[in-house]
């Protein structure tokens, strides 16, 4: 690699590490970890001057957040859309539905937990988790990503 690439592949590097895009999948949460994850875009918790942005497509996602139990129908389409994000990306479950199940455990329609159909990176407990704990767990998975990368320039 010349210098110039050189230059330019660690200044791509430098903005990525400080601009983790985020994608939301709800694999049939009852929205409640759906409104804290918003809460935390919004002023007053304000996670985007930290550089994360929530992104409308899996392919420009860094990180994906799953809420809910992943029900029956939910499964196919989740597994849909973590093949869709470019490697390497992490993986967050959001409250404690993709975890366990929670109040849903054990019922015909759910399909869970979440590490039954993907590698869980960090998880955030709690029903519902308080927005510092989401904030917290992006940073963590934002130091998993950049690991990640490091692995894959290997």
């Given at each position: 690699m010349s210098i110039i690439q050189e230059h330019i592949q660690s200044q791509i590097d430098k903005s990525m590490k400080k601009s983790p895009w985020i994608f939301h999948c709800n694999a049939g949460s009852c929205n409640g970890c759906d409104i804290e994850l918003v809460s935390v875009l919004t002023p007053l918790y304000d996670a985007e001057r930290l550089g994360f942005r929530l992104t409308g497509t899996p392919r420009q996602a860094d990180i994906v957040v799953v809420s809910g139990p992943i029900t029956l129908q939910t499964r196919d389409r989740l597994r849909r859309v973590l093949a869709q994000v470019p490697e390497p990306f992490c993986v967050v479950s959001l409250g404690s539905c993709p975890r366990s199940g929670n109040v849903f455990k054990g019922s015909y329609a759910i399909d869970g937990p979440l590490e039954k159909w993907?590698?869980?990176?960090?998880?955030?407990?709690?029903?519902?988790?308080?927005?510092?704990?989401?904030?917290?767990?992006?940073?963590?998975?934002?130091?998993?990503?950049?690991?990640?990368?490091?692995?894959?320039?290997?």
């Open positions: 993907t590698h869980v990176d960090v998880s955030v407990g709690g029903c519902t988790p308080k927005p510092e704990a989401i904030i917290a767990a992006l940073a963590k998975a934002t130091e998993i990503l950049e690991e990640k990368r490091k692995e894959m320039r290997k």
